[in-house]
């Protein structure tokens, strides 16, 4: 059966500090893999989503980064954390279909 | 623009209780109503919709989909304290790329008291 781990499972950084958040999916093949943001509010914003290794779509301009350096490998980066990243992150993967899967999230706190 | 709207945005039920969550969604190229449940960490999948008046259940949860007025509801009977969570509502659009991509409504707080 297919898993997701992502970690780790809470952070706390300086502002100004970088930041590598990874996920890998094991079980499968080929997965789109995604990377959420989920504020206070509740809201699921999608930051990347990935359909392969090197292929990387940003959702939204913003401070961080995403890379796939292989099949199942997933990173979220920054170089300079600001306060603002503060935020639960999420990561899921799909086969292509409609469901997403989730990992059990990172908590970053940027103080 | 595509939207999810989820209402109420908070409950607080007896056990016993049960319980009615709206989601209402405006997505074009739209495939599927997806429900998920969130307690502390990760959403957990509950049903996917893909079809008009098809009732999907789960034991105590259900949900059905209506695509002419654009809801969805999911129903929980006889709640107990673990279906506290947050639920999650999702509508999924096929994009330019050919990829599928999920819009989220806010969620429902539910609270059940023993």
């Known amino acids: 059966s297919q898993t997701i781990h992502q970690w780790p499972a809470t952070l706390v950084q300086p502002v100004g500090s970088p930041l590598s958040l990874e996920c890998t999916v094991e079980g499968t093949s080929n997965p789109n893999l995604y990377w959420y943001r989920q504020a206070a509010g509740r809201g699921l914003q999608l930051l990347f989503y990935s359909v392969g290794i090197g292929q990387i779509s940003s959702e939204v301009p913003q401070n961080l980064s995403a890379s796939r350096p292989q099949d199942r490998q997933f990173i979220l980066s920054s170089k300079k954390l600001l306060l603002s990243d503060s935020g639960f992150y999420l990561c899921?993967?799909?086969?292509?279909?409609?469901?997403?899967?989730f990992g059990a999230g990172t908590r970053l706190s940027v103080l | 623009e595509d939207k999810v709207v989820q209402s109420p945005l908070s409950l607080v039920v007896h056990e016993g209780d049960t319980v009615t969550l709206n989601c209402s969604y405006e997505?074009?190229?739209?495939?599927?109503l997806l429900w998920y449940k969130q307690e502390k960490k990760a959403p957990t999948f509950l049903f996917m919709l893909t079809s008009s008046g098809i009732e999907k259940k789960s034991g105590r949860l259900s949900s059905i989909l209506d695509k002419k007025e654009l809801f969805s509801i999911l129903n929980i009977t006889a709640t107990q304290t673990g279906d506290s969570a947050v639920y999650l509502c999702a509508g999924t659009l096929l994009n330019a790329g050919n990829n599928r991509k999920l819009i989220w409504g806010l969620g429902t707080s539910l609270a059940v008291n023993p």
């Open positions: 997505v074009t190229n739209f495939r599927s």
């Open positions: 899921a993967w799909s086969s292509g279909g409609n469901i997403q899967y």
